[in-house]
């Protein structure tokens, strides 16, 4: 019998950090999210810094990275997990401050819950730091009310500039 190739699937993670170098540290996982097998990073946002959202420590540098994968949405976790670790990831407490955080927001059109994933990501409509860049990587997943509803939330643009991987 033939193995059977997985269909691709996209789907998108945020990446989030406020401890040490932040913005290299997230710029070091886009090149780790391209490395991962079975993957193709399509495009990655631009960088936004903000204020912790229902957190303490020091402003976050976020993005969201597209990606095309035939990794199934629960090895997708894994390797996420894996990743945040290797950067120094510890969770002491729910929302401390942190190295590296990777959440897996959409897995195609997925929809999953359980409890290690739930997808799409539960929460990723309240939060400015997941809308902005994920307009960047796929604007037609972002409405106008899901930016007039975050507006509040303090949101500034890094300087950088690609955001498409060629």
Not at 2 to 20: D, E, P, T
Not at 130 to 150: F, G, I, N, Q, T
Request: contains cysteine.
């Amino acid at each position: 019998m033939a193995h059977l190739q997985r269909q691709s699937v996209r789907a998108c993670v945020a990446l989030g950090a406020n401890l040490g170098d932040a913005r290299n540290t997230v710029l070091k996982a886009f090149d780790a999210l391209a490395l991962l097998p079975s993957t193709e990073l399509t495009h990655r946002s631009l960088l936004y810094r903000t204020a912790p959202h229902e957190a303490k420590g020091p402003d976050f540098v976020n993005a969201v990275a597209r990606i095309d994968t035939r990794m199934t949405a629960p090895d997708l976790l894994e390797a996420l997990q894996a990743i945040e670790n290797q950067a120094g990831r510890l969770r002491p407490y729910a929302h401390a401050p942190r190295t590296l955080d990777l959440d897996l927001l959409f897995y195609g059109d997925a929809q999953m819950h359980s409890p290690r994933l739930t997808l799409p990501h539960p929460r990723w409509r309240e939060r400015a730091f997941v809308l902005y860049p994920l307009a960047d990587v796929w604007p037609e997943r972002v409405k106008p009310e899901d930016l007039s509803r975050v507006a509040g939330q303090g949101v500034d643009r890094l300087p950088e500039n690609v955001t498409r991987v060629a």
